[in-house]
């Protein structure tokens, strides 16, 4: 091959390496700046009198004497809206006409309103705590107001046939009223009504969610990530690293051998939600480690899921320590167990534990092992003596529960990026500590 012809290939693969790693940056950057920008909504946001009063009943948290002035400040400001509400609602039930025209649209904005503001003392609508209380985040509050101030009107249709609906004023509707005046009180004292704040809510990792996560945080499912986790790793780890041993340093070139070592280029291949529905078959059908989902079965699944990635990772850094390490070990008298546990080990200890902890990130995020064996969507936080027997939340499961199954999905957009982006730090972390593990033992073996 001609040098000019070679200088040209050479470059060409440089270009397209460093083409392909912009590419993955800028996917990255895509990807992972709409999760950090909507993530930290769920720990920094502006929190509303609601959202303290909630702290403070719930969690117990706050100046009780700031809490309490603060509460006569609001009755004060709200107390005009509830007077126009009782007032008109009074005038329903005595005025057919007008309770033709508004009896059913009445409840349903009323009910806005005590969602907006909360409801008056010794009322509620219902005994959901959601109901309890107004909007606790004031850009909830916004769109909640809105929806009280403007109404849909429908128009006929358009010229395609579909339904035109245009939004305007709703105090044009009740316009001559004794409720026209709320709309344009709401309107322009909100802030009033609501104080917002500027809130740190670090706690957001370790509360228990209420009432089906519209208050609270995600401490339950970070918890039990962390177990399942942790398990998962326990199990794995011994079994492929002496797996990994087994087969570098004992095994030989049979057929038995290569027929193994291809069960487990297999598995590591194999669809995640086979290995759940084998777990729900073997760990909690057929063996019976516990009596239906529990935590226990779910490590034992994930551990089955990264037990052939330990397996490779360990058997190539096994490989990649020089062969003049054992030599020189066993030249000095040292038998072959002890060679590998005081030589061969720590020279592969980097490559091992990269291994490790990446399949750590993988088992954090996988969700489909664990629908079948541990995952539940709703629970307090597991402790340590139950996880034999007790299921958990999980921070993969619950967001996609919260993302798709719940009654109110867009009510709660903070809390599934906030769910993400926890497990988003979480995997990275866990990136970035074997990155940072494997160059410190480096040093240290090199130096």
């Not at 950057?29 to 709409?34: D, E, S």
């Not at 670090?202 to 609270?216: S, T």
């Not at 069960?263 to 078959?281: D, E, H, N, Q, R």
């Not at 957009?413 to 593990?437: D, E, F, I, K, P």
């Amino acid at each position: 091959m001609h040098l000019r012809t070679r200088k040209i290939i050479d470059r060409s693969a440089t270009g397209i390496g460093i083409l392909a790693i912009v590419v993955m940056t800028a996917a990255l950057v895509v990807l992972l700046a709409p999760i950090f920008a909507n993530g930290t909504g769920a720990f920094v946001f502006r929190g509303t009198a609601e959202f303290r009063k909630y702290q403070s009943d719930r969690f117990d948290r706050g100046d009780r004497e700031v809490l309490t002035t603060e509460k006569e400040t609001l009755r004060q400001v709200r107390q005009p809206v509830y007077d126009l509400l009782h007032k008109f609602e009074h005038q329903l039930k005595n005025d057919d006409d007008l309770d033709a025209r508004f009896g059913a649209e009445f409840p349903k904005l009323k009910r806005e309103v005590y969602r907006l503001i909360g409801p008056p003392p010794g009322e509620a609508l219902s005994r959901l705590e959601r109901d309890e209380y107004g909007a606790t985040r004031w850009d909830r509050a916004l769109v909640q107001a809105d929806s009280i101030v403007h109404v849909q009107e429908d128009r006929g249709l358009d010229s395609h046939g579909f339904s035109l609906k245009v939004e305007g004023p709703r105090a044009a509707r009740y316009k001559g009223t004794s409720l026209e005046p709320m709309f344009g009180y709401v309107e322009m004292h909100l802030a009033e009504l609501l104080r917002p704040q500027w809130t740190f809510y670090p706690q957001f990792l370790i509360d228990n969610p209420q009432d089906a996560n519209f208050f609270g945080g995600i401490g339950p499912a970070v918890l039990g990530t962390i177990y399942l986790t942790l398990g998962a790793i326990l199990f794995a780890v011994p079994m492929g690293v002496i797996t990994a041993i087994y087969l570098v340093e004992y095994a030989g070139q049979g057929r038995f051998i290569s027929l193994l070592r291809t069960c487990i280029s297999t598995l590591a291949g194999v669809p995640s939600i086979v290995f759940g529905l084998f777990g729900l078959a073997f760990f909690i059908n057929t063996i019976h480690v516990s009596p239906s989902k529990s935590v226990l079965a779910g490590s034992l699944t994930l551990g089955l899921l990264i037990l052939p990635t330990i397996i490779r990772a360990s058997e190539e850094a096994l490989r990649a320590v020089p062969l003049a390490y054992k030599e020189a070990a066993l030249s000095l008298g040292a038998g072959q167990w002890r060679t590998i546990l005081t030589v061969i080990l720590p020279a592969a200890l980097p490559g091992i534990l990269t291994g490790i902890i990446i399949s750590m990130g993988r088992a954090a995020g996988e969700t489909a092992p664990i629908i079948f064996t541990a995952a539940v969507s709703v629970g307090l936080g597991v402790k340590p003596w139950e996880v034999f027997t007790s299921p958990t939340q999980a921070l993969s499961w619950n967001i996609y529960n919260v993302s798709t199954e719940h009654e109110a999905v867009d009510q709660i957009r903070h809390v599934q990026y906030g769910m993400v982006l926890t497990l988003v730090v979480l995997v990275l972390a866990l990136n970035l500590t074997a990155v940072l593990l494997r160059a410190r033992i480096t040093r240290r073996l090199s130096g």
